[in-house]
């Protein structure tokens, strides 16, 4: 049913776990390099996050490559705040989704950190992680799977099987499962990972709630609507009390819940929910926000599963423009929001307006992710 709004919400959420460093110094250290340039370093860094946050990717890109000639001159080209700041940058690229861009950068800061601190190391850890979650978004599960097994067992023999971090390895790995249709492997990883958390953390920790999230998707895949309410709803507790009603992390958990609602017909619930979650979004990042025209693809589709064809058609033109504006013509959240555009005429039988659009959706689907 939401198979193009779920490449959306994958290509966008994942923005979430491959997330931009904060600025570490390293205990790595050179008398090349005097303060007043690491601070313009950290300067420019900390513009660099603020950017990223606010969707201007493109700007954030242009500061990110000044960043990184700032941190290649004044710390070396081998040093592992060059490898934070490569890093950086290749997650802007991938929220744009210019993965070829990003996973030179990637390879080159694993290199930088496996040459400074060893291969077992927790920037090593980190930067598998990131590697893994770039190949991940491409449908490169094969690629992806060793990584997040290498970053797993780096952390498990540096940190212990029960801290927070092992629980982050888990998920991931589990969600490359998942996305394989392997829910049988999936779901004991998220449950691990939730009990890891919430010894670690307290049952009403809003990590609880992203673990709790998890595996109520994986309950999902299964046909078992009753149970993934069930976490839904928890999840969506511990992160109205841990953060406010009005908290990003609220509408992703609002959204959850209207998807279980709408798979089951309860399409005036889902609405509702879906309408409060787009409030938050615009009220936090304000109109233009890719996380905006994710909401407004999510209330569009339980639009036109109700007939509300007009309805739906305004919303997924508003979610187009706006990723066309912020992400470009040729990102692949196009391909999902075009998808989902020219589902509404096919379902009118105004295959004439569909048909351009599916193909426009598919030619950028072939140039990010390959023709296989």
Not at 50 to 62: D, F, H, P, S, W
């Amino acid at each position: 049913m939401k198979t193009l709004v779920n490449t959306a919400n994958s290509l966008i959420s994942q923005m979430v776990k491959i997330v931009l460093l904060t600025v570490l110094v390293a205990s790595f250290t050179s008398p090349a390099y005097t303060y007043t340039q690491k601070e313009l370093w950290e300067h420019l860094d900390t513009k660099t996050h603020i950017l990223y946050k606010r969707g201007q990717y493109t700007e954030a890109v242009n500061v990110a490559k000044e960043v990184l000639k700032v941190a290649e001159d004044t710390f070396g080209s081998e040093h592992p705040n060059v490898a934070l700041s490569l890093n950086n940058l290749a997650v802007l690229y991938r929220a744009q989704g210019k993965y070829a861009e990003a996973e030179p950068l990637l390879k080159r800061a694993l290199e930088i950190y496996e040459k400074a601190f060893g291969s077992d190391n927790l920037d090593v850890a980190t930067s598998l992680n990131n590697l893994a979650g770039l190949y991940h978004v491409q449908g490169k599960y094969a690629e992806a799977e060793p990584l997040h097994r290498r970053s797993l067992a780096i952390r498990e023999k540096a940190l212990g099987k029960d801290h927070p971090d092992v629980a982050q390895s888990l998920n991931n790995l589990a969600e490359v499962y998942q996305k394989q249709g392997k829910c049988v492997e999936a779901e004991p990883l998220h449950r691990r990972s939730l009990v890891i958390r919430e010894k670690a953390l307290g049952k009403d920790h809003p990590d609880v709630a992203q673990s709790l999230n998890n595996l109520a998707e994986v309950y999902q895949e299964q046909g078992k609507c009753v149970e993934a309410e069930s976490l839904h709803k928890r999840s969506l507790v511990i992160r109205e009390k841990a953060l406010g009603k009005d908290h990003p992390d609220v509408a992703q958990s609002l959204n959850n819940l209207a998807e279980v609602y709408q798979e089951q017909g309860k399409y005036a619930e889902a609405e509702h929910l879906y309408k409060r979650a787009l409030a938050i979004r615009e009220k936090t990042f304000g109109n233009d926000h890719p996380d905006v025209a994710q909401s407004l693809n999510y209330l569009a589709d339980v639009y036109k599963e109700q007939g509300k064809y007009t309805e739906a058609e305004l919303h997924h033109r508003r979610a187009l423009k706006i990723v066309e504006n912020v992400l470009g013509k040729d990102h692949p959240n196009m391909a999902a929001v075009l998808g989902n555009l020219a589902g509404v005429y096919q379902e009118q039988g105004k295959y004439a307006e569909a048909e351009p659009l599916y193909k426009r959706a598919l030619a950028i689907r072939e140039k990010a992710l390959g023709k296989d």
